[in-house]
């Protein structure tokens, strides 16, 4: 049974980076993408970035240029490097396996 589970989250002020983990456990299949995705209250859960086992990367457009996602090569830890942070990225934070399993979520703060 796959398992996650995050760290890395917290407060930051906007234009400050800050980068998540997750740690990956139990079989995961060739065709399952890991990913990250967010939610604030009161909205629906929203794709940040996913990675399939051969490294090809999306991302929403709101963070194109500013995220970047990576695995390793055990597909056993799953990164999100977050940099020039914005208010609006203010979210709890959610590592997914094949957009079915999740962790549960870390917070991540950004001020002004």
């Known amino acids: 049974q796959v398992q996650l589970a995050e760290s890395g989250g917290g407060s930051v002020q906007a234009g400050g980076s800050l980068k998540l983990s997750c740690r990956v456990s139990?079989?995961?299949?060739?065709?399952?993408?890991l990913g990250w995705y967010r939610q604030t209250p009161g909205q629906e859960r929203e794709m940040v970035s996913r990675?399939?086992?051969?490294?090809?990367?999306y991302y929403a457009d709101s963070v194109k240029g500013r995220f970047t996602i990576s695995q390793d090569n055990t597909r056993g830890n799953l990164a999100l490097q977050m940099d020039s942070l914005a208010t609006e990225d203010t979210a709890v934070y959610y590592c997914?396996?094949?957009?079915?399993?999740w962790g549960q979520g870390t917070q991540v703060s950004v001020s002004s």
């Open positions: 997914s396996a094949c957009g079915k399993v």
């Open positions: 990675i399939s086992s051969g490294g090809t990367t």
């Open positions: 139990g079989y995961i299949g060739w065709w399952c993408e």
